[in-house]
């Protein structure tokens, strides 16, 4: 009965509610500022936790999110792997792992940026170029579109044929100096360091040459199809 | 039989501890699945629909929960801890200035109502965090579904604030499960009261008023 009893009205002052709406304020003003200065405030974050040891293990900007579609990540086996190259083209492949392996590769470093506003800078990447498989497969004159496909269904994106030759662009297996792990898309990653990360299809399963545009994943959610970074999906370039 | 059952005083009605309790397992459910969100080495442990879905969903039950209780538990002893949380008087303010000394010297921490200021303040900043992680997350939700609501503060922010969130619960769980002149309270959090001594030392000027009342009450 006595807790039902009211307590005496306590004195004082209201500083209970001044801390809980100072609260809200600082995370409503903390949305509204990291989404226009989200890229100093993770260079700061980051060489904080870069000094503090342990901290860079639980800091909000250490690294990499993994992001999937489906609950299983695809699992990779070098001895069954396929690698599909299909659609409008003079020679369409199916590569085993061994022969995706033995192509010419380049190496780069390029930042990567998530839409959702982290980024992860100077990632190591070694993989091959859109070069190389176009002089594998002839694509015909009508193939302005390539497809990208991953195992992780329904995961799929789209590059024009100029976005994939673009310098920079490359199908990664190394990431970092070894080998990409399964949570990064083993055994390959599409990396395209102009777009956000969505254009870069994890698990890629088979690269189909194509006449029509088509949406990919997050396309299909109202993502832009030309993920620019910075002047894409609600940003301007500024 | 051995010594007589310490007198005891009622701390917490049933639907404060049901609230305590609704809150404290859909945070631990939300926390599980929130790290195998966010950190890659436990991005394999659940799949990450599954995680979401039980992230979204323990969310929703804590919200849906705490409605029904405002609605047909007893709603005056809910906001009666909000009221209590919301006030804080010079003895407040002096016990905060007291600071963490008094965690290693209790003997003369100013009296202190049913929540000590320590106590009215984690309460109040928690449901203000509470808030930030809800419109947080409602945006990242939406946002997945609409590139309109997509902006990238929203992650950060949410990932701040459940950093924040989780390093006060783990001195709310030392407090309430370790720390010696506290962790009886955990008896009044459980089955609802808790020993007059225990409160007429850490608590006096609530255990005077319960005294005052329960002699008005017998008059």
Known sequence: MTANAPTPRPGGRPIGRAAFLGTVATGVGSIALLSRYSGSVQAAIQKVSAAVPGVNQIAPTAGWRIYTVADQMPTFNAATFKLKVSGHVANPVTLSWSEVDALATETQVTDFHCVTGWSVDKVHWEGFRARTLIDLVRPAGNARYVTFVSTEAPYVDQLTLAQFTAPGVMVAKKQDGVALKQEHGAPLRLVVPAMYGYKSVKWVGEIRFDAKRADGYWEQNGYDVDAFIGRSNGLTGS | ?219
């Open chain 2, 1 to 219: 039989m051995g010594s007589p059952a310490p007198e005891r005083i009622v701390r917490f009605s049933g639907t404060v501890r049901l609230a305590h309790w609704l809150l404290a397992s859909t945070f631990f459910v939300m926390l599980f699945t929130g790290m195998c969100l966010y950190l890659p080495a436990l991005s394999r442990l659940v799949g990450r629909p599954t995680a979401k879905a039980w992230h979204l969903w323990s969310a929703i039950a804590l919200l849906v929960g705490i409605a029904v209780l405002l609605l047909i538990g007893n709603r005056r002893s809910l906001t009666g801890v909000v009221r209590d949380a919301d006030r804080l008087d010079q003895d407040d303010v002096a016990w905060l200035k007291g600071g963490p000394r008094r965690l290693f010297d209790h003997d003369d921490a100013p009296p202190q109502g049913r929540l000590n200021a320590g106590q009215k303040l984690n309460t109040m900043v928690m449901l203000g965090l509470m808030v930030v992680l809800a419109i947080s997350g409602t945006l990242l939700w939406l946002g997945e579904r609409d590139t309109t609501y997509r902006f990238g503060g929203s992650v950060l922010t949410h990932d701040l604030a459940s950093l924040a969130i989780g390093f006060l619960v783990m001195g709310h769980l030392y407090l309430a499960l370790v720390h010696p002149t506290t962790r009886h309270a955990l008896r009044g959090m459980v089955v609802g009261d808790v020993d007059r001594a225990w409160a007429e030392r850490n608590h006096a000027t609530w255990a005077m008023s319960e005294s005052v009342q329960s002699a008005e009450r017998n008059a």
